[in-house]
């Protein structure tokens, strides 16, 4: 069979005009104009028809073939050939040639993963191996762009012996199958400089930026601090909602207090807070959520852009609070850094984050959107090199005050090794 009955195979019910276009590209890579070819594709692509994505994904998949061919995994009719026999539909096309394309990238991802990475908090090269990370572990990952941002493209097609012709739209798609399929797994490191875990993994800083601005709509709706309507996570919600009250067991009374909320989301704890009668600020990367928290409380006083928050004057805070955000954030001295200039001297700190722990050769709590991770001393190191001091550090279930509240907390299991720090900023 040659490459051109293959291709009138492959395209049977695909569009006359992206037909076309496939078909004008294979003809100019049997010429060897690879180039043009992919021009081609792309330009095919950006014309596809709404409602037409099979038709993209199968056009990011030819692309696909044609760069495992180049690799020398064989010429493109084989592959096609070998992958597709006669009566396949453009779905069951779309499957295969995606799980070929998966199993030619993972072997790029094995290399990328083996050339290594730096700190990116700090950026130090010396660290050591913790453990082992499963990167299609945990709820996350069932999501296909939170798969996706792990991942540096632009790493990975570093680690190819040629540049592949695929873009990175395409690349995405396949990277996020890469994790959910391929049961990969990355060495976590500790940095020797700042203590930081993080996953010897090549991180596009870029991606994971424009991940929680590109963040879905929240779907959960507010009344006080009782939420109601549909949540992606009510449960997590739920669990959120309850840590301003634990905030106020151990800060003392909140009213008139100045709290910021570090990683806002949709307000769930704002709206907790000001029932407390502090005056809430939130901070937020996904700017939609926190749009949204900022229309549906009707706070005025908030702020949510990174750069607004690194904006802030000096000593404007009285108390800075965070649940589970820090782990989202690889900047971490930059950003605590931030965190202890705005408050006042004597302001306090309430952080909830998950406790990385190496246990069997296997890391908790990272992956998916989980950057980075973080054992109690290197927690508390951090926040104490800011200049904060460290009154409490609950770590695990026997010491997480949250826990002995029977009314839920302890429930969500998955929140079982989570780290609760209290701390001071020094009144000088
Ligand atoms: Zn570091």
Redesign the pocket.
């Known amino acids: 069979m040659n490459q051109n009955a293959v291709l009138q195979q492959l395209l049977a019910d695909t569009a006359p005009a992206v037909k076309a276009s496939v078909t004008q590209a294979f003809s100019l890579i049997g010429r060897g104009d690879t180039g043009p070819a992919v021009t081609v594709l792309r330009e095919c692509l950006k014309d596809a028809p709404a409602g037409q994505d099979g038709h993209r994904l199968v056009l990011a998949s030819i692309v696909s073939v044609i760069a495992a061919s180049r690799l020398g995994d064989g010429p493109p009719a084989e592959l096609l050939v070998r992958e597709y026999p006669a009566g396949k539909n453009v779905s069951s096309i779309r499957r295969s040639t995606v799980e070929m394309a998966t199993r030619w990238l993972a072997d790029a991802a094995r290399r990328a993963i083996q050339a290594g990475t730096t ?1 990116p ?4 090269a010396a660290s050591s191996v913790v453990g082992n990370a499963t990167l299609s572990g945990g709820a996350a990952m069932t999501d296909i762009a939170t798969a996706g941002i792990l991942f540096d493209i632009r790493a990975l097609q570093a680690a190819m012996p040629q540049d592949p012709p695929v873009t990175v739209r395409g690349w995405g798609t396949i990277a996020s199958r890469l994790v959910q399929s391929m049961s990969l797994t990355a060495p976590a490191r500790q ?1 020797e ?4 875990l993080y996953l010897q993994w090549p991180m596009d800083r870029e991606r994971v930026a424009q991940y929680y601005v590109d963040f879905a709509e929240p779907s959960s709706t507010l009344q006080g601090t009782e939420v109601t309507g549909q949540s992606e996570n009510l449960r997590a919600t739920y669990v959120k909602a309850k840590f301003p009250e634990f905030v106020r067991k151990l800060l003392g009374d909140l009213s008139g207090r100045r709290v910021l909320d570090l990683g806002c989301g949709e307000g769930t704890m704002l709206a907790c807070l000001r029932e407390y009668g502090a005056k809430p600020i939130g901070f937020d990367l996904d700017v939609k959520r926190a749009r949204y928290a900022a229309l549906a409380l009707g706070l005025p006083d908030m702020t949510f852009e990174a750069e607004r928050f690194h904006a802030l004057p000096d000593s404007v805070v009285d108390v800075v609070v965070s649940f589970h955000a820090l782990e989202h954030i690889p900047e971490v001295d930059r950003t605590l850094a931030n965190v202890a200039r705005i408050l006042r001297p004597g302001g306090r700190v309430a952080f909830a984050v998950p406790r990385a722990i190496p246990s069997d050769g296997k890391v908790l709590g990272m992956g998916g959107d989980h950057l980075i991770g973080f054992t109690p001393l290197c927690l508390k190191n951090f926040f104490e090199r800011q200049g904060i001091t460290v009154n409490l550090l609950a770590a695990g279930p026997d010491q997480n005050p949250m826990h002995a509240d029977p009314s839920g907390h302890a429930r969500w299991s998955g929140m079982k090794d989570d780290m609760i720090l209290v701390g001071t900023k020094s009144a000088s």
């Open positions: 700190c908090n700090c950026g130090s940095c400089e700042c203590g930081l």
